[in-house]
């Protein structure tokens, strides 16, 4: 049975439960789709994170650190998606892949968004 078949999946929840299917959909119906926003919230994300690794709140204040995460954090999310996205078709080419880059683009963004909510209500220890 096809996904055709059933209710179009809503990527945003079903992206928990479902990943695969939720990816195979996105891939299908449209790859280009809404990618950006989920790089781009993963490089805020992940920009938070390293501020945190790196203790940057010990020197700046929260604005500060908040403001640089948002200026730049987007912008990091968006190239790293560019530059993964090259990188794993082109390596992929050395196993015999044949994905073109949208696809793969859209893979590695939506499986991001996952990571970037599991990194806002993950928790270290110091």
Do not use: C
Request: hydrophobic fraction near 45%.
């Amino acid at each position: 049975m096809t996904n055709a078949t059933h209710k179009p999946l809503n990527p945003w929840f079903a992206i928990w439960t479902r990943p695969r299917a939720t990816r195979q959909q996105i891939v299908n119906t449209d790859p280009e789709r809404m990618v950006l926003f989920p790089a781009a919230v993963s490089g805020f994300s992940q920009t938070l994170d390293r501020a945190s690794i790196k203790d940057l709140g010990d020197r700046l204040a929260w604005p500060m650190i908040f403001g640089i995460a948002a200026v730049s954090g987007p912008v990091i999310g968006v190239v790293g998606l560019y530059i993964g996205g090259a990188l794993l078709r082109w390596t992929g080419r050395w196993i015999g892949g044949k994905a073109s880059s949208e696809p793969i683009r859209a893979a590695i963004a939506w499986s991001m968004s996952r990571l970037s909510a599991l990194w806002s209500f993950g928790s270290r220890s110091s």
